[in-house]
C-alpha cells in the first residue's frame, strides 16, 4: 500500500541534572563545591530527501526521541550534550502540528533540515550556585524536561507535470514513453495505484512528471482513489489532461473532459486555474476526428493529438510541455508562518485561598522553582525563599491579604508566613 501520510511523536532529550558534588582529595578537607552543569537535551529534527518517495518508513516507526543530555558530574565536568535525532522525510512532506494544525516545516528543497523541537536545558551544578555568600552549596539544578509532539506528516509530490484523466485513457503508457520511469500499464481501470514520478529529458534541460492513479465522477468527494491523490498535483505547475479521443468503452470525450474538470474544482479551485495541456490519446483508435474541434470549442485551445502506443505526437507533447514550463514561475513551497513548539511557561504564577483558609501558590514558575532546587537542605531552602521575595511571589501574596502565621503551601512544601 502507498502511504502519503502519518502521525508520529516526536520528544526532544531532556536535560541532563546539574552535580552537587564536593571537592575531595587525600589530604584536602572541605573542598570547594565542584558539581559540573548538565548537557543539553537533544533536538528532533526533519530532513528533506530525495531517495525516498513514500511515508512507508512511519507505518510502524512512531516515536521518534532524541537522546537526553548527560548529567553534570564532579570535578566540575560538563554532561555531554544529548545527540540530535534528524527524521529522514521525502521531499515534498509537509509536516504539521497535529494539536493546532500549524505548519512546523515544508520540506521542499533537498537536503533542507528543519528543528521541530529543541532539547530541554542542562541543570546547572552547585559549583555554579557558589558566590561570597554561599560557599558551599548544597543543590544544583533539574535539566528541563521536554514534551512529546505529535506531528502528522503528509507528502506533496513536487513534480512540474501532473498527468491527470479518467481511468485506462493510457496516462501511464504516456509517462513510460516520454521518461524512463516503467510505470505498471493494464487494460483495465486502476492499473496505477500510487502515483510514478518520471523524468523527462528534453535539450538538455528536465522537468518532471507525476501520473496519478485515475480520477472518476464524484472524485472531489472520495469516489474511487482519486480524491487521495489529488494532493500530489497540488503543487504541480502544470496539468496535463489525458482523454481517450476515440472514446472506446463508449466514452463521450468532450463528456469526459468535462466531467473531469468538475472534480478539479470541486476538490480545489486552484486546480482548475492551473494551466493546461489538453491531450487526445489512442489517435490510432479514432475514427471520427470532429473530436479534436468539439474539444478545442469547449476548452478553448487546441489538444494534442497523439498516440502513446505507436509514439506518435510524443515530440510534439514534450515539445508543448517544455514550451509552457518555460513561461511559468518555478515550483514555490507553501506560504506560511511557521510553527514552533513554545516551550512550558515559566513566568507566571497564581495564589489561591483554599477552604481551610490556606494559601496555594502554583503555576510554571512554581513548578520550575521547585525543579530547580532540590529542597533537602538550609541552603537550597534559602535560596528558594529569596527566590520568592525576587520573584515577585512574596508581595503578590501580602496583596492577596496573606498575614503572619497564615499556612502557605507551594507543591510539597508548606510554611509559616512571617512578615
Ligand atoms: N490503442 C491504444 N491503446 C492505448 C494507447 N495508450 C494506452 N493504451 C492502452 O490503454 C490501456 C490503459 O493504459 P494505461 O496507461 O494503463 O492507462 P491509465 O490512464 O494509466 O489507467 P489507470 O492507471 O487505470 O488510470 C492499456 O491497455 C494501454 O496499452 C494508445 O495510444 N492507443
Ligand atoms: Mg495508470
Redesign the pocket.
Known amino acids: 500500500m502507498f502511504i502519503d501520510t502519518a502521525k508520529i511523536y516526536i520528544k526532544a532529550g531532556n536535560g541532563g541534572n546539574g552535580c552537587t558534588s564536593f571537592y575531595t582529595e587525600k589530604y584536602v578537607n572541605n573542598g570547594g563545591p565542584d558539581g559540573g552543569n548538565g548537557g543539553v537535551g537533544g533536538r528532533v529534527g526533519f530532513r528533506a530527501v530525495a531517495n525516498k518517495n513514500t511515508l512507508a518508513d512511519f507505518k510502524y516507526a512512531k516515536h521518534f526521541r532524541a537522546e537526553n543530555g548527560e548529567n553534570g558530574k564532579s570535578r566540575y565536568s560538563a554532561g555531554k550534550k544529548g545527540k540530535d535525532l534528524i527524521i529522514d522525510v521525502p521531499v515534498g512532506t509537509v509536516v504539521r502540528d497535529e494539536e493546532t494544525g500549524g505548519i512546523i516545516a515544508d520540506m521542499f528543497t533537498e537536503g533542507t533540515v528543519v528543528i521541530a523541537a529543541e532539547g530541554g536545558r542542562g541543570g546547572k551544578g552547585n559549583a555554579f550556585f557558589r558566590n561570597s555568600r554561599r560557599q558551599a552549596p548544597h543543590f544544583s539544578q533539574a535539566g528541563e524536561q521536554t514534551e512529546e509532539h505529535s506531528v502528522l506528516l503528509e507528502l506533496k509530490t513536487i513534480a512540474d507535470v501532473g498527468l491527470i484523466?479518467?481511468?485506462?485513457?493510457?496516462?501511464?503508457?504516456?509517462l513510460s514513453v516520454i521518461s524512463s520511469a516503467r510505470?505498471?500499464?493494464?487494460?483495465?481501470?486502476?492499473?496505477?495505484l500510487s502515483p510514478n514520478l518520471g523524468m523527462v529529458s528534453v535539450y538538455d534541460e528536465s522537468f518532471s512528471v507525476a501520473?496519478i492513479?485515475?480520477l472518476i465522477d464524484g472524485a472531489a468527494e472520495g469516489a474511487g482513489l482519486g480524491h487521495d491523490f489529488l494532493r500530489h498535483i497540488e503543487r504541480t505547475r502544470l496539468l496535463v489532461h489525458?482523454i481517450d479521443g476515440?472514446g472506446s468503452e463508449g466514452r463521450d470525450p468532450v463528456e469526459d473532459y468535462k466531467s473531469i474538470c468538475r472534480e478539479l474544482e470541486n476538490y480545489n479551485a486552484e486546480l482548475i486555474n492551473k494551466p493546461q495541456i489538453v491531450v487526445l490519446?489512442?489517435?490510432?483508435?479514432i475514427t471520427d476526428f470532429s473530436v479534436v474541434d468539439k474539444i478545442a470549442s469547449c476548452s478553448g485551445k487546441r489538444p494534442i493529438l497523439?498516440?502513446?502506443?505507436?509514439h506518435s505526437g510524443v515530440e510534439e507533447l514534450i515539445k508543448t510541455i517544455y514550451a509552457v514550463l518555460s513561461e511559468l514561475p518555478p515550483p514555490q513551497p507553501m506560504e506560511y508562518e511557521p510553527f514552533v513548539y513554545e516551550k512550558p511557561d515559566k513566568e507566571s504564577f497564581d495564589i489561591v485561598k483554599n477552604d481551610d483558609g490556606e494559601y496555594e501558590v502554583f503555576g510554571g514558575l512554581i513548578d520550575e522553582l521547585a525543579r530547580n532546587v532540590v529542597l533537602d537542605s538550609y541552603d537550597s531552602m534559602q535560596y528558594f525563599q529569596r527566590q520568592i521575595r525576587e520573584r515577585g511571589i512574596d508581595k503578590a501574596l501580602r496583596k492577596a491579604g496573606v498575614k503572619t502565621g497564615d499556612t502557605v503551601r507551594m507543591l510539597d512544601v508548606e510554611f509559616e508566613y512571617v512578615e
Open positions: 484523466g479518467y481511468p485506462n485513457v493510457g496516462k501511464s503508457t504516456i510505470p505498471k500499464i493494464a487494460n483495465y481501470h486502476f492499473t496505477t501520473d492513479p485515475g489525458v476515440s490519446n489512442k489517435a490510432d483508435l497523439m498516440s502513446a502506443v505507436i
